[in-house]
């Protein structure tokens, strides 16, 4: 059949919105045919099994199980929605101990059952603390494991064409860079819109500064209004991106949004943050950000605030001190 790959794919959480969307869309753009569902909520995970059976899919061999063990075994790429929902009055932050928890059980059981794992994408929050805990855990090469952060330039994508007027496609490298929260860096520097750079747009009448202003809170509240309006966290969308993730790393199509990824060359250091990135079969590759002066200002201020959860992180216990990673993680 006309699959990419024959590898087996791991979907973790596979039971809750986002897990079953991408069992789906993985199905839809014939990834593999060896797609197993792993989720600790059997009979939603059953539920969701049987659904995607019922579309009718030729040449799927869908597998579900309850058990790490089983799941994980032979896996050659794993996909990871398997923390606690955002609701309603949280933030990516809030999360933070209980998420910081599962990624750590999550990399030692990459580890224990499947080391020879190609990537790893890891999509609950807060994405890059729990990608970060995961990577070291796992023993995995930064290249192979990286995070959902896409969905952040997605959205500042999708504010600008609505404010213009315009198709998405034409806009062209929309990008948010750092934390995948609420201090995200909102880029204008590397956009253009309809040709023209929009850092020269922005300031007249067809973009006032205040404008900008409030569109990049818009951008940066992005996953806060899904929820306002739906009463739910976002589930389409990271479920398709984180997808679209882990297909370019099956060989597919080159992914070019930024992702989240383990950064550690002397600016920004020991972390896992979004960059401008690549993912392709030799997993994430790092480019160069560039930006200006306020640009730049605000990654650092988000790189700071992700040091500082990822200290909190350190505090708990979950993660040792810096120092000792070496020692967990010899690749890093």
């Known amino acids: 059949m006309d699959f990419l790959s024959n590898d087996k794919l791991v979907i973790v959480g596979a039971a809750g919105m986002i897990g079953s969307n991408m069992a789906q869309t993985a199905a839809m753009m014939r990834l593999t045919p060896n797609i197993c569902l792993y989720d600790t909520y059997a009979p939603g995970?059953?539920?969701?099994?049987?659904?995607?059976?019922?579309?009718?899919?030729?040449?799927?061999?869908?597998?579900?199980?309850?058990?790490?063990?089983?799941?994980?075994?032979?896996?050659?790429?794993?996909?990871?929605?398997?923390?606690?929902?955002?609701?309603?009055?949280?933030?990516?932050?809030?999360?933070?101990?209980?998420?910081?928890?599962?990624?750590?059980?999550?990399?030692?059981?990459?580890?224990?059952?499947?080391?020879?794992?190609?990537?790893?994408?890891?999509?609950?929050?807060?994405a890059d603390i729990t990608g970060l805990v995961t990577l070291l855990y796992s023993g995995l090469k930064p290249s192979q494991v990286s995070t959902l952060a896409a969905l952040d330039s997605t959205r500042l994508r999708s504010e600008l064409a609505k404010y213009f007027h315009i198709s998405p496609d034409q806009i062209q490298n929309s990008r948010t860079y750092g934390g995948h929260g609420e201090q995200m860096a909102v880029f204008a520097s590397t956009t253009t819109v309809a040709g023209q750079p929009l850092s020269q747009i922005i300031g007249t009448k067809a973009l006032p500064r205040q404008e900008w202003e409030e569109m990049k809170q818009r951008v940066i509240q992005?996953?806060?209004?899904?929820?306002?309006?739906?009463?739910?966290?976002?589930?389409?969308?990271?479920?398709?991106?984180?997808?679209?993730?882990?297909?370019?790393?099956?060989?597919?199509?080159?992914?070019?949004?930024?992702?989240?990824?383990?950064?550690?060359?002397?600016?920004?250091?020991?972390?896992?943050?979004?960059?401008?990135?690549?993912?392709?079969?030799?997993?994430?590759?790092?480019?160069?950000?560039?930006?200006?002066?306020?640009?730049?200002?605000?990654?650092?201020?988000?790189?700071?605030?992700?040091?500082?959860?990822?200290?909190?992180?350190?505090?708990l216990g979950i993660l040792p001190p810096i120092k000792d990673w070496k020692e967990l993680n010899p690749n890093i």
């Not at 990399?107 to 499947?114: M, N, V």
């Not at 060359?265 to 997993?283: K, L, P, R, S, V």
């Open 45 to 126: 995970l059953e539920g969701v099994a049987e659904e995607i059976a019922h579309c009718g899919f030729k040449g799927l061999n869908i597998t579900y199980t309850s058990d790490v063990k089983e799941a994980f075994t032979d896996a050659k790429y794993i996909v990871s929605s398997g923390g606690a929902a955002r609701k309603a009055g949280m933030t990516r932050e809030d999360l933070l101990k209980g998420n910081a928890a599962i990624a750590e059980q999550l990399g030692k059981d990459i580890k224990a059952y499947c080391p020879d794992v190609k990537h790893v994408v890891v999509i609950f929050n807060p």
């Open 222 to 315: 992005g996953g806060k209004h899904i929820i306002d309006l739906r009463g739910r966290s976002s589930f389409q969308s990271p479920a398709y991106l984180s997808i679209e993730m882990i297909a370019a790393a099956m060989g597919g199509k080159a992914f070019s949004w930024p992702v989240g990824t383990y950064v550690d060359n002397g600016t920004y250091n020991h972390i896992m943050m979004a960059m401008e990135t690549t993912i392709d079969q030799n997993g994430v590759t790092v480019h160069p950000v560039g930006g200006t002066p306020e640009e730049k200002k605000e990654l650092d201020q988000s790189y700071h605030h992700l040091c500082k959860l990822r200290d909190e992180v350190i505090s």
